[in-house]
C-alpha cells in the first residue's frame, strides 16, 4: 500500500461522500426531471429549461436568493464568504449566492456539436467508425440505476473471462453496507486494502500524475443534461477532461457521450448504477462493470480500460476483478497527515445539490487542496462531478478559471495524457499494447457488443432485478420515448433529491 504524507497544513475535515469512513446515499439519476411526463432536456438546438432536482440534507436546506440580493441561511452550516481571493473566475460565472439546492430550474446549453454515425475519431488514427446512437435499444439493457442481473448469458460470459482470465480473485467476503463502524471485524485485515476505511491504495492504483504541478483533470457521474455546457467550456479554453461515466446515464445521453469522445476527452467506467463496489458480491461486480463496458462499446465503438470505483470503495478483490476485465483503477489523490487524519483531493462539489455545502465551502475546499499542490513531488488528481447543474456552474465558473490562472502554471490534461499515454491507449480496440500493456491479451471485444437483451431475473446472486424499456434515440443528447425509465427511474428523482444525501 502507498501513502502520501504532508504536514498538517492541509485540507479540513470535510464530511464527504467521498472521505473516508463516511457512507451516504445520494440521487445519481439524471434528474432534472419533475415527474415522469416531464420532457428530457434537448442539448442540441439552443437553450432550455428543465426542472432542476432538489436535494436537501435532512433538515437542514441550503443558501437561496432572494429578490434583494442577500442570502438566508438554509445551509447547514459553513461559510457565505470566501477565506481567500480567487486568481480569476469566468465573467459569466452564476453567483456564487445563486448556486443553491433549491432553484426551480435551470437552463441547459446545447452540445456545440453532433457527429454522425461512421465518423471517425480523427484523434485516434485506428479508431472504429462511430454506431449510430439511435439504433440504441433500451430494452436490450439492464433497468437504470440497479444492479443488473446476474444470471444473464451476458454476465455469466463475462464472469467466466474473470476466472479464465490468470489473475486470481481474493478469497475476501463483500462488505457490510454501512461503512467502518459496519465492519470491524475486517478492519485488521491487512490483504484486503480497503480504502473506505483508511484510504489504503496499491502500487497500481492512479491516485496522482507522475510530474509536479501536472493535474489529471476529471469528472464524475455524467453523461447528464448540463454537461454540454461543461464541455462548451472546455472547448473554449481548450481543455480536455476525463469523464467517469455511469452507464445508465450513457444510455440516456448517447449523443452527449459521442461528443466527449470525438472531442478527444478520455471516458472511463463509473459502474452501470454507482454502488459501493465492495458491498457486492463478485457476479454482482462483474455485471456493474460488464455492462457499463457493454453500453459505452455500443455508442461510441470503444472499451475503456479504466474505471474508478463510485466513494472510491474499492478493495484488493474488487480491484483483482476490474483488472480481469481490463480495468485500470484510478481513483484520486490523497494525503494523510499524522496517524489517523486521511484527506482527499475532492472538493466536495456534488454536496452541493443536496444543500450539504455551501458553494463558498466548496472554493475553500479546493483552496486548500491548492495549497498542497507545491507540497507534492507528484501532480495530482481532483474529483469533480458533471451531473448537476450546480457542480458544472462550480467548475466552469469559478474552479477551472482559478486554476488556469495559478502560479506557478499547471499543466490541466486528461489522465491519460498525464501518465504518457495516447487516446489510441486507452481503449481495448486501439490499444497497440505498446505503452499502455493490456492485463488480458487474449480477450476479444465481441463479449462487449452490448446486442442481446438483459431481461434475466436476479437468482444468480444479485438482489435488484427489472428489464428495460424499449426507445430509440435522437440526436438531442437524450434518449426519447422512455416511459419505463421515465416512472421506474426518473420519477425517483424527485423522491431522492428530496431525501438528499442521508447517513446510514
Not at 441547459?108 to 465518423?119: G, Y
Not at 466536495?348 to 445539490?353: A, E, F, H, R, T
Request: with cysteine; aromatic share 8%; charged share 10%.
Amino acid at each position: 500500500m502507498k501513502f502520501a504524507v504532508l504536514s498538517a497544513l492541509a485540507i479540513p475535515v470535510v464530511v464527504s461522500a467521498h472521505g473516508v469512513n463516511v457512507v451516504r446515499h445520494h440521487p445519481r439519476q439524471a434528474a432534472p426531471v419533475a415527474a415522469a411526463s416531464s420532457a428530457l432536456p434537448v442539448a442540441s438546438s439552443g437553450s432550455s429549461v428543465t426542472s432542476a432536482p432538489a436535494p436537501s440534507s435532512s433538515g437542514s436546506g441550503a443558501v437561496a436568493s432572494s429578490a434583494s440580493g442577500t442570502v438566508s441561511s438554509r445551509f447547514v452550516s459553513g461559510a457565505t464568504t470566501l477565506s481567500f481571493s480567487m486568481a480569476s473566475e469566468n465573467p459569466t460565472a452564476v453567483p456564487l449566492s445563486d448556486i443553491t439546492y433549491s432553484m426551480s430550474s435551470w437552463p441547459t446549453a446545447p452540445l456545440f456539436s453532433t457527429f454522425a454515425p461512421a465518423a471517425t475519431n480523427s484523434l485516434i488514427s485506428n479508431a472504429p467508425p462511430l454506431p449510430n446512437a439511435a439504433l440504441i435499444v433500451p430494452s436490450q439493457y439492464p433497468a437504470l440505476d440497479k444492479t443488473p442481473p446476474t444470471d444473464s448469458p451476458q454476465v455469466q460470459q463475462w464472469l467466466s473471462e474473470v476466472m479464465n482470465s490468470g489473475i486470481p480473485i481474493p478469497d475476501l467476503s463483500p462488505t457490510n453496507p454501512g461503512g467502518c463502524g459496519n465492519n470491524s471485524a475486517i478492519l485488521g485485515e491487512a490483504d484486503r486494502c480497503w480504502w473506505t476505511c483508511g484510504g489504503c491504495t496499491t502500487t497500481t492504483d492512479i491516485t496522482t500524475c507522475p510530474t509536479k504541478f501536472n493535474w489529471g483533470l476529471t469528472h464524475d457521474d455524467g453523461p447528464g443534461p448540463y454537461t454540454p455546457g461543461l464541455l462548451q467550456y472546455l472547448e473554449m479554453v481548450n481543455l480536455r477532461t476525463t469523464f467517469f461515466v455511469i452507464g445508465s446515464r450513457v444510455i440516456e445521453y448517447p449523443v452527449t457521450l459521442q461528443t466527449e469522445y470525438m472531442s478527444g476527452h478520455q471516458l472511463c467506467v463509473h459502474t452501470w448504477s454507482h454502488p459501493y463496489m465492495t458491498t457486492l458480491t463478485t457476479e454482482q461486480v462483474v455485471a456493474e462493470l460488464g455492462w457499463a463496458k457493454a453500453i459505452i462499446k455500443a455508442i461510441i465503438g470503444v472499451t475503456p480500460l479504466c474505471w474508478r470505483p463510485p466513494y472510491a470503495d474499492v478493495d484488493n478483490r474488487v480491484r483483482a476483478i476490474a483488472k480481469a476485465l481490463n480495468l485500470e483503477t484510478i481513483i484520486w489523490t490523497g494525503v494523510n497527515v499524522g496517524q489517523s487524519n486521511h484527506f482527499t483531493f475532492d472538493t466536495n462539489d456534488w454536496d452541493l445539490p443536496a444543500g450539504l455545502v455551501t458553494p463558498w465551502q466548496v472554493l475553500d475546499n479546493w483552496n486548500n487542496i491548492m495549497g498542497n499542490v507545491s507540497q507534492l513531488d507528484t501532480g495530482f488528481i481532483v474529483l469533480e462531478h458533471d451531473l448537476f447543474q450546480q457542480t458544472v456552474d462550480m467548475s466552469t465558473g469559478y474552479i477551472l478559471p482559478d486554476a488556469l490562472a495559478h502560479q506557478p502554471q499547471l499543466n490541466i490534461t486528461p489522465i491519460h495524457e498525464c501518465l504518457g499515454r495516447t487516446l489510441s491507449d486507452v481503449y481495448l480496440e486501439t490499444n497497440n499494447n505498446a505503452s499502455n500493456p493490456i492485463y488480458v491479451s487474449s480477450y476479444g471485444t465481441s463479449s462487449y457488443s452490448g446486442t442481446a437483451a438483459a431481461q434475466s431475473t436476479s437468482s444468480g446472486g444479485s438482489s435488484k432485478s427489472g428489464q428495460g424499456a424499449s426507445g430509440a434515440s435522437n440526436t438531442n443528447g437524450a434518449t426519447s420515448s422512455m416511459a419505463h425509465y421515465s416512472v421506474v427511474g426518473m420519477s425517483l428523482v424527485s423522491l431522492l433529491a428530496g431525501i438528499g444525501a442521508v447517513l446510514l
